[in-house]
């Protein structure tokens, strides 16, 4: 687990055939209130526990799970962290916060044979991404996690309730899976997702000023270049309409 600032932590995610996602520590230490962003693939949530516990973190002050959006490479091991920290609330985009709370598993496999697949693979019963969801955001909120504020932003197009978090005092962005390092862009061809939806958040994430981009795959950006979203959305406005 590495402190990208004083007030973000980053458990990178360990991919096999299918990606994990990388798992983001959100908040001060001291204020005992702490905010996991995404969980991870099957399988990945015990190593991510661990990672926090030698840190020295307690993990009676992770307050809540915040997730990017529920494809199952972020939401697989949501079960495993939450028999962790039995308390903590689960907050996701509303769009699919009411799936999740529905058992409606259409935006954490995306698609028919990925589901059939993954459920044998992994033996997962049917129903598994059932969950209780605390609280529904829909973009727009500035939420004080372990008092440090990030803005939430609601990004569809790789999902319909992709959600980026965005610190304004640190310049720092969490796109999820909307966009990565080297000018690479998440996938817009599962359910819920769209091109021209993709191509419009990422115009919106544009306008902030990022200095620090923290995405749910590959490697992490720690001196973004100025103007570096908008030109990742020049170079795939052709794919996105
Ligand atoms: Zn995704
Ligand atoms: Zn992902």
């Known amino acids: 687990m590495k402190q990208v600032t004083e007030t973000v932590y980053f458990i990178p995610g360990q991919d096999e055939m299918i990606p994990d996602s990388h798992v983001y520590l959100v908040g001060r230490p001291d204020s005992h209130d702490m905010t996991l962003v995404d969980a991870g693939l099957m399988g990945k949530g015990g190593y991510k526990i661990q990672c926090i516990q030698k840190a020295g973190i307690q993990l009676a002050h992770i307050k809540r799970i915040l997730m990017t959006h529920t494809h199952l490479d972020h939401i697989g091991c949501l079960g495993e962290i939450l028999e962790a920290v039995p308390d903590a609330e689960l907050w996701v985009h509303v769009e699919e916060g009411d799936l999740l709370?529905?058992?409606?598993?259409?935006?954490?496999?995306?698609?028919?044979?990925?589901?059939?697949?993954?459920?044998?693979?992994?033996?997962?019963?049917?129903?598994?991404?059932?969950?209780?969801?605390?609280?529904?955001?829909?973009?727009?909120?500035?939420?004080?996690?372990?008092?440090?504020?990030?803005?939430?932003?609601?990004?569809?197009?790789?999902?319909?309730?992709?959600?980026?978090?965005?610190?304004?005092?640190?310049?720092?962005?969490?796109?999820?899976?909307?966009?990565?390092?080297?000018?690479?862009?998440?996938?817009?061809?599962?359910?819920?997702?769209s091109g021209p939806q993709?191509?419009?958040?990422?115009?919106?994430?544009?306008?902030?000023?990022?200095?620090?981009?923290?995405?749910?795959?590959?490697?992490?950006?720690?001196?973004?270049?100025?103007?570096?979203?908008?030109?990742?959305?020049?170079?795939?406005e052709p794919y996105l309409s």
Request: proline letters at 5%.
């Open 101 to 193: 709370e529905q058992g409606n598993d259409q935006a954490v496999y995306g698609m028919d044979m990925f589901k059939s697949m993954c459920q044998a693979q992994y033996r997962i019963p049917a129903g598994a991404f059932t969950f209780q969801v605390h609280r529904k955001l829909t973009g727009g909120e500035t939420l004080d996690l372990g008092r440090t504020d990030w803005e939430v932003l609601h990004i569809p197009g790789h999902s319909p309730g992709s959600i980026g978090l965005y610190n304004s005092q640190e310049k720092i962005l969490i796109p999820g899976d909307t966009v990565y390092a080297d000018y690479a862009i998440g996938r817009f061809d599962l359910f819920g997702a």
């Open 198 to 236: 993709l191509r419009d958040s990422l115009m919106k994430l544009a306008t902030l000023k990022v200095d620090i981009l923290l995405p749910g795959h590959n490697r992490i950006m720690e001196a973004v270049p100025p103007g570096y979203i908008e030109e990742t959305a020049r170079q795939w």
